[in-house]
């Protein structure tokens, strides 16, 4: 984990539902990405933490939300930092093609709050904040880049 300056950090969570098998040859430019997105998130400014799976560099082999879902959770310094990398950088590229590797979600998939600096979201943590953001609609405990909340200005304060 980066130190930083920041009390809060911004925590993410997306949720992916695969269209075929990480091992389909029409999932394999997906798979082919993999490597240097996560590279670049991992050097990107505001970068904090990303989850992986033991052992290897990604999550993809974690199945914590159903057998064909894959989770991205990661952890940034600030919304912006958070943006930048999702719609500024090479990134961007594996967001357009999307559709090609994953089903559209009918409900939120994507989840953001804040946590104190040095806390490191759980996937239990992360699926109970895109619930609550399901169940209850944006709110400081789980919101989006659209009905975004303001990082707290206090420890203790709403959303830590």
């Known amino acids: 984990m980066i130190p930083s300056a920041h009390a809060f950090h911004l925590a993410q969570l997306n949720l992916a539902t695969l269209r075929h ?3 389909d040859p029409r999932t394999a430019p997906f798979v082919e990405l993999l ?6 998130a991992d050097a990107a400014p505001g970068f904090v933490w ?7 560099p990604d999550a993809t082999g974690l199945r914590p939300a159903g057998e064909n879902v894959i989770v991205n959770l990661s952890v940034w310094e600030t919304r912006d930092a958070l943006w930048d990398f ?9 967001m357009r093609r999307r559709r090609e590797w994953f089903q559209r979600h009918v409900e939120a998939h994507l989840a953001l709050w804040w946590v104190p ?9 992360a699926l109970d904040r895109l619930a609550d953001l399901r169940t209850h609609g944006p709110s400081p405990r789980a919101f989006t880049f659209t009905s975004f909340t303001e990082a707290p200005e206090a420890p203790g304060a709403a959303g830590a």
């Open 50 to 56: 990303r989850l992986v799976e033991e052992g290897t």
């Open 35 to 40: 490597d240097p997105v996560n590279a670049a």
């Open 117 to 125: 600096a040095g806390h490191l979201p759980t996937v239990g943590e």
């Open 86 to 94: 999702t719609y500024r950088s090479g990134h961007l590229e594996a």
């Open 21 to 23: 098998p990480l091992d």
